[in-house]
């Protein structure tokens, strides 16, 4: 299949995919996430691929984000299924059997943080930085970073990037353990990026394979059991009353709502979320803006508490 947003390579038992728009800093788009996903497919069908590095083209960027350009035309319904195949395709990245390696170069920005958390490994080169830039134009991360991120750097460290929407150089996530190595410039980052999937793809694949979908299922499972609870319907009538429903954008540059179009009367029945993990991680979103909103601080699932009243309220 030919592609005209990404490039997909294969050498040996190691499959390559880059996000090739370095025009627009590889911002992501439709074609963008439709391509992600096929290039993808392509990757589980082939039987002889042991590792997948995804990175992106140029010398600017990783990701930086979503693509204004698309984002600033789509209506409300528009911008939510766009988050919505976000999700899809980000969740490709994490259920495919194979060990899956970021090498990040440039900005890694928003959606960028969405593809690198989905991977098992990140490296970065030395000019690399992050950003979850939600926080700073007022909306909040809808595609799953934010319940990815605590199984890789923990709550603390997760919810600083989200609250300042700072960037953060290389070598600060490094300390967090958001990347397992840096390297000078993007030939090294590269060079490693191989030997490492090279490395891999020479071990025994049914032990590494099996050994990774069995990590992977209790980091699901775990998530899963939260999301279900974060879909409780305190939140999301709350949510409902402060017109909260977060759509995806462009990270620092646009930001797209919608308020619920049921009034925020109705109940959500918890059986509807069983097995729906986008909408549960949609739901994440809406507490977490709604618990800002009435002026606290997300806690864990488990232990939060109902904040009080929030502006708009009845």
Sequence with gaps: MSYSSIKLATSGHTAVIAVSRASALNALNSVVLDELDAALAEVRADKDCRALIITGEGEKAFV????????????????????????????????????????VNGMCIGGGLDIISACDIRLCAEDASFSLREAAIGFVADMGVLQRLPHIIGQGFTREMAYTARFYSAREVERMGLVNGIYPDKEALFAEAGKLAGQIAATNPNATFGGALQERSVVTADDHQRLLVLGRQQVLQRARAAGAVGCHRQEGLSCERRRDEDGGGGRQPRGELRGQVDDAHVGASVRAMTVLRAGGHPRHARRWRDPGPVVGEQ
């Design 64 to 103: 930086a984000g979503a693509d204004i350009a698309e984002m600033r035309d789509l209506g409300p319904d528009e911008a939510v299924s766009f988050a919505r195949r976000g999700q899809a395709v980000f969740r490709a990245i994490e259920e495919l059997p194979i060990p899956v390696i970021a090498a």
